[in-house]
């Protein structure tokens, strides 16, 4: 009776457990780079070098934007991803932006709007949306904001440095985010700003911007308690050719370790948002070229940022012309020039010869030593042409994402770390319990979860308070293994052995031991040690 009381418990519980699987475990979602053909920004006139040539003019333009004043050029994200918010769930596309404090999108009713190819967030039609007063706690942690009363609705506004904003309220609502495992992870109460007076230059794809900075209401902060305060992704290489998306994941899925893992700790910095790191040099072969920048501080701690959204690395013009002679030195393709006139130092060459041709550069942060192959250090900008995809910035030094292709890399803001790891990312996955593919189980319903077709059999439910069916018995060849009684098992997707009454289970086993019987291993057996045995 007991067996099966504990069956019963855990087929009740089994309504809520993607979303506590997901919370306890970790969870990941896809992350689409802007210019992929997935994404709403892709536009198919433009070609392969065009879309390399846009990337690094927004790389330029996000150095350029980076001050104390302002915030980065509201479209200069490289990465998107789906997320829902409202009851019942309302989908967009937001870009990611580890650059960034505030969620926000677009809302009805506009008193100024960008065009916007998808339906704009109506507030008014979700059940669980809430504006927030002046006197919240969350609306007087932030900036200045306009509040003329502690009883007014507290309101958020975002400045960019190339003239655009986004204002509005600042609110809490649900936010929904479908996990790549085909779960669904809900997180009330999120704070998110709705923004009524929006002018950037979206061209209309992006609902807004899904901040994962180091501010209070970025969206890292805010599910801190539910994640540890833990993300991670792997960027796919620019030019794969792979269907193969970036993933960004969370809480235990986002832990990065094993070997090759190197750590570098997070730089306490002025500006609110960005990830500073020390980085005290880089070197090519046995030459090392020490950073210096005219900006840091004279310590050179806390002297580089990392960025998600910016494609280029951009240095000091002294650490840059250094890098760039050592490189050259290194390098015996023959020189070309970049069609668009933006990187200097170019060969002729294609991406995928280059590996044996151009030197390792190593990145030395403090603690860490991070070896950037062919595939961080070089961009093809026109068929047969490859460039030093390193760029000079006198404001701001960024490593950029190309930088960080093919890499695990962890965010552990409790520990103040961030972690890398080599990673071919197109073939990186999250761990489920037994598989090491990327086949997620799948749960229909309706239509699509009829089953029929050849080899489909049926057994009828038996009417109770648990899903009973009936077991006659199990056939091994010529044996047989008798099992009596109406309604006698429970069919259990929470529970991962078969269980039996000890009478029946010995003599299965003793079958199942003392013949030569064919057995569809997969669903019988499982793997519990690994043994070696020597002669």
């Known amino acids: 009776m007991s067996l099966f009381s504990s069956l019963t418990l855990v087929f009740v519980c089994l309504y809520n457990i993607s979303f506590l699987e997901a919370l306890n475990n970790g969870f990941s979602v896809e992350m689409i780079h802007r210019d992929s053909s997935r994404s709403p920004f892709y536009r198919h006139t433009e070609t392969q070098f065009q879309r390399v040539a846009n990337a690094m003019r927004r790389s330029i333009n996000r150095a350029n934007s980076i001050t104390a004043e302002a915030n980065v050029t509201a479209d200069q994200g490289e990465y998107l991803v789906s997320y829902s918010v409202g009851t019942p769930p309302f989908q967009h596309f937001g870009i990611v932006d580890t650059g960034s404090d505030i969620f926000w999108l677009q809302c009805l009713p506009c008193k100024t709007c960008y065009k916007q190819t998808t339906p704009i967030f109506d507030p008014s039609k979700s059940k669980t949306y809430q504006t927030l007063p002046c006197s919240s706690d969350t609306c007087q942690s932030l900036p200045p904001s306009s509040c003329t009363s502690n009883e007014s609705i507290c309101e958020y506004s975002i400045n960019y440095r190339d003239g655009s904003h986004s204002q509005g309220n ?205 595939i961080n250090t070089f961009i093809e900008v026109a068929h047969g042409i490859v460039c030093l995809a390193f760029q000079t910035s006198e404001i701001g030094s960024i490593l950029g994402n190309m930088a960080q292709q093919n890499m695990l890399v962890g965010y552990d803001l409790q520990k103040k770390l961030i972690s890398f790891k080599p990673t071919d990312c197109t073939k990186h996955l999250v761990p489920t319990m037994f598989s090491q593919s990327n086949i997620s189980s799948k749960l229909n319903f309706g239509e699509a979860a009829l089953v029929s077709g050849r080899g489909t059999v049926s057994t009828p439910i038996v009417p109770h308070f648990r899903q009973d069916l009936t077991l006659e018995a199990f056939n091994f060849g010529d044996s047989s293994s008798g099992y009596g009684g109406k309604g006698n098992i429970i069919i259990d997707s929470g529970t991962t052995l078969t269980l039996l009454p000890y009478d029946d289970y010995s003599k299965l086993e003793s079958v199942v031991s003392g013949e030569d019987v064919k057995l569809n291993a997969i669903n019988t057996f499982i793997q519990v040690a690994m043994t070696s045995k020597r002669n």
Do not use: W
């Not at 709705?194 to 994962?212: A, Q």
């Not at 833990?230 to 794969?240: A, E, H, R, V, W």
């Not at 494609?311 to 000091?316: F, Q, V």
């Not at 200097?344 to 991406?351: E, R």
């Open 170 to 374: 600042l609110s809490v609502e649900t936010l929904t985010l479908g996990s790549t495992n085909g779960s669904f992870v809900q997180f009330p109460k999120i704070v998110i700003g709705c923004g009524h007076d929006n002018n950037v230059s979206f061209e209309g794809k992006s609902s807004g911007i899904v901040g994962l900075g180091r501010g209070p209401i970025s969206i890292i902060s805010q599910l801190s308690s539910s994640i540890g305060g833990k993300f991670s992704y792997c960027l796919t290489p620019m030019d794969s050719q792979s269907n193969s998306s970036s993933k960004l994941n969370f809480g235990d899925a986002a832990v990065v370790s094993g070997d090759g893992t190197v750590s570098t700790p997070i730089v306490p910095q002025g500006l609110r948002g960005y990830y500073y790191l020390t980085l005290e040099a880089f070197s090519v072969g046995e030459k090392r070229i020490g950073f210096e920048s005219p900006s840091s501080r004279s310590s050179g701690v806390g002297n580089i940022i990392i960025d998600s959204g910016t494609t280029l690395t951009l240095l000091p013009y002294v650490v840059y012309s250094k890098l760039e002679s050592a490189v050259a030195n290194a390098v015996k393709l023959k020189r070309a020039k970049d069609p668009s006139q933006i990187l200097s130092l170019c060969y002729q060459s294609t991406s995928d010869k280059l590996d044996a041709h151009v030197p390792v550069i190593t990145a030395h942060f403090s603690g860490a030593d991070v070896k950037l192959n062919a």
